[in-house]
Every structure is written in C-alpha cells, then in structure tokens.
C-alpha cells in the first residue's frame, strides 16, 4: 500500500469513531514515521471536531427556536386552557424536542471529542431524532 492510501485509511478510520490510538498504531505499523503519523492525526482529530460542532451549532440553533416558540405558545394559550386543549399538548412535545437538541447541541460544541460514534451514524441519527 502506498502511504497516500494508509493516510486516507487512517483519516477514514477517525472520521468513523476509531480511537486514535489505535489508528496510531495502524499508521506506525504500515511504516509511517511517529511524527507523520502524529501530525496526520491531529489534522484529522480537528477535522472531526469541527464537523461535529457544525453538527452541534444547527442542533442548537434548532433547540433554542423550538424550545423558545413552545414556551411562546404555551404562554399565550394559558389563559383558553379550560378544557383538554391536544394542541397544548403537540405543542409541549415540540418544546421538549426542542430542549433535547438544544442539550445535545450544546454537548457536541463544549465536548465534540466526547462523541464515539461515526460521522455517518450521527448525521443519520440527527435526521430521525
């Protein structure tokens, strides 16, 4: 294997959630030098930890809008609420939701290191939740 390939393998593995230390050991045992090899992880380990507060900065902006119209809502509609109002409901789930990305925005912009699953995986998970 050439030492592009091992360098786009290695950057594959982290962006997948591999531990660096292991993706270490896969660059030195394929005959990167440890200070290529060191360099080449910090690069990556940024590039990940930029991508995941991209992630955490649009969850956070989504949380706060969420969470702030429920409140509105809720707020205004206290004074109608004699009777089981559903839409006081619906409108409470969105404002927990809202809260949930709000938290979770929050902890992928403070900690994005934090986070081992891959790149893929919490993409996919930001679009069901």
């Known amino acids: 294997m050439s030492i592009e390939t091992i360098i786009a393998e290695a950057r594959a593995r982290i962006i997948w959630g591999e531990p660096p230390l292991e993706?270490?050991?896969?660059?030195?045992s394929n005959g990167v030098s440890d200070l290529v090899a060191d360099a080449k992880l910090k690069e990556f380990l940024i590039e990940r930890n930029?991508?995941?507060?991209?992630?955490?900065?649009?969850?956070v902006l989504i949380g706060a809008v969420l969470t702030i119209a429920a409140s509105i809502t809720i707020y205004l509609w206290l004074p109608f609420l004699g009777n089981a109002n559903y839409g006081v409901g619906l409108v409470g789930i969105a404002g927990i939701y809202g809260f949930w990305k709000l938290v979770r925005g929050i902890v992928y912009?403070?900690?994005?290191?934090?986070?081992?699953?891959?790149m893929a995986d919490?993409?996919?998970?930001d679009l069901i939740e």
């Not at 993706?23 to 030195?28: N, Q």
């Not at 919490?122 to 998970?125: G, V």
Request: charged share 35%; no cysteine; net charge positive.
């Open 122 to 125: 919490i993409e996919q998970s």
């Open 50 to 59: 930029q991508e995941l507060r991209r992630i955490g900065l649009r969850n």
């Open 23 to 28: 993706v270490r050991d896969f660059l030195i």
């Open 109 to 118: 912009l403070v900690r994005p290191q934090s986070e081992p699953k891959s």
